[in-house]
């Protein structure tokens, strides 16, 4: 039971990472990213890649980093010429392609197989400790950035483009900035999370990944730390709730998959219909 729990909040917290990473963009700037999870697989595949060419673990993050930032400046700079639900549109596809070359690309990323053998950096409470003080730190460095000239600046751009570009913003370099903010912390989390599993393969860059993330979000709301925390917690209770569940009941493994999603949907359709803004609504400050 304690081994179980220990496993749960470390999941817990890689997602929360990734799921400030996509905040940064969705929430506060807008911006509809359904290719997220691409910033994740580059900075696992980074790290895998790193550990078997012989590197050391601090290398791999950092390049899976660089990598996902420049990733991100790409994203925004393809946003110029794109409507935002077109660009969300290019940002899924641009995170299929790369599910598909790491998918058939075997001498780099290991193929379907993937990359195993990536040696963990703690024990397990040993992690989940160095996990909660690093999300307590990325989550404090967000809020100092929310509540800055450069989160006011996304907010503004998002509520009204048209008043941010008038009143000077760039507003392509806001879009970019963000992005590669968002992407430089999700990176971090796929890193890691390459170290906690030992393996990194295809299925970190599926696209229901990313749609997971921004459950998380809309649950707990949008813009708001606190909100996407608890989204995080709350869904990741989900998750481990039914296969704890299928252990002491005895039911199958597809029933358990079919009661895990129809949860986690149930819990997003209440939020929809009687909070749509999310258990914990970002408070935006309005001039009367």
Same mark, same amino acid.
């Given at each position: 039971?304690?081994?179980?729990?220990?496993?749960?909040?470390?999941?817990?917290?890689?997602?929360?990472?990734?799921?400030?990473?996509?905040?940064?963009?969705?929430?506060?700037?807008?911006?509809?990213?359904?290719?997220?999870?691409?910033?994740?697989?580059?900075?696992?595949?980074?790290?895998?890649?790193? *550990?078997?060419?012989?590197?050391? &673990?601090?290398? /791999?993050? %950092?390049? +899976? @980093?660089?990598?996902?930032? =420049? $990733?991100?400046?790409?994203?925004?700079?393809?946003?110029?010429?794109?409507?935002?639900?077109?660009?969300?549109?290019?940002?899924?596809?641009?995170?299929?392609?790369?599910?598909? *070359?790491?998918?058939?690309?075997? &001498?780099?990323? /290991?193929? %379907?197989? +993937? @990359?195993?053998?990536?040696? =963990? $950096?703690?024990?397990?409470?040993?992690?989940?400790?160095?996990?909660?003080?690093?999300?307590?730190?990325?989550?404090?460095?967000?809020?100092?950035?929310?509540?800055?000239?450069?989160?006011?600046?996304?907010?503004?751009?998002?509520?009204?483009?048209?008043?941010?570009?008038?009143?000077?913003?760039? $507003?392509?370099?806001?879009?970019?900035?963000?992005?590669?903010?968002?992407?430089?912390?999700?990176?971090?989390?796929?890193?890691?999370?390459?170290?906690?599993?030992?393996?990194?393969?295809?299925?970190?860059?599926?696209?229901?990944?990313?749609?997971?993330?921004?459950?998380?979000?809309?649950?707990?709301?949008?813009?708001?730390?606190?909100?996407?925390?608890?989204?995080?917690?709350?869904?990741?209770?989900?998750?481990?709730?039914?296969?704890?569940?299928?252990?002491?009941?005895?039911?199958?493994?597809?029933?358990?998959?079919?009661?895990?999603?129809?949860?986690?949907?149930?819990?997003?359709?209440?939020?929809?219909?009687?909070?749509?803004?999310?258990?914990?609504?970002?408070?935006?400050?309005?001039?009367?």
């Amino acid at each position: 039971m304690f081994d179980f729990l220990v496993s749960a909040l470390t999941f817990a917290s890689l997602y929360g990472l990734m799921a400030l990473g996509l905040n940064l963009q969705a929430g506060y700037a807008g911006l509809l990213n359904f290719g997220h999870i691409a910033f994740a697989g580059v900075g696992a595949y980074a790290t895998g890649i790193a *550990i078997q060419a012989g590197h050391a &673990w601090w290398s /791999g993050m %950092a390049l +899976g @980093i660089l990598l996902a930032m =420049t $990733l991100g400046w790409c994203m925004a700079r393809l946003g110029r010429k794109l409507a935002s639900d077109y660009w969300g549109i290019a940002t899924l596809a641009i995170a299929e392609i790369l599910r598909v *070359i790491a998918t058939n690309e075997g &001498w780099l990323t /290991g193929g %379907a197989q +993937g @990359i195993g053998a990536i040696p =963990t $950096l703690a024990d397990g409470v040993g992690f989940l400790v160095m996990m909660l003080v690093l999300l307590a730190v990325a989550a404090l460095l967000c809020q100092r950035l929310a509540d800055g000239r450069f989160g006011r600046a996304l907010r503004l751009m998002r509520e009204e483009p048209q008043l941010a570009a008038c009143m000077g913003y760039d $507003l392509t370099s806001l879009k970019s900035r963000a992005i590669m903010s968002g992407a430089a912390l999700t990176a971090v989390g796929g890193s890691l999370y390459a170290h906690f599993m030992s393996y990194v393969g295809p299925d970190y860059v599926l696209a229901s990944e990313t749609f997971l993330l921004w459950t998380m979000l809309m649950i707990g709301g949008l813009g708001n730390l606190r909100g996407v925390l608890l989204g995080v917690f709350l869904v990741q209770c989900a998750y481990s709730l039914v296969p704890f569940a299928k252990d002491h009941l005895g039911f199958d493994s597809d029933l358990a998959g079919a009661l895990r999603l129809g949860l986690i949907g149930a819990i997003l359709l209440a939020c929809l219909m009687w909070r749509s803004e999310g258990l914990i609504p970002e408070k935006v400050r309005k001039i009367t």
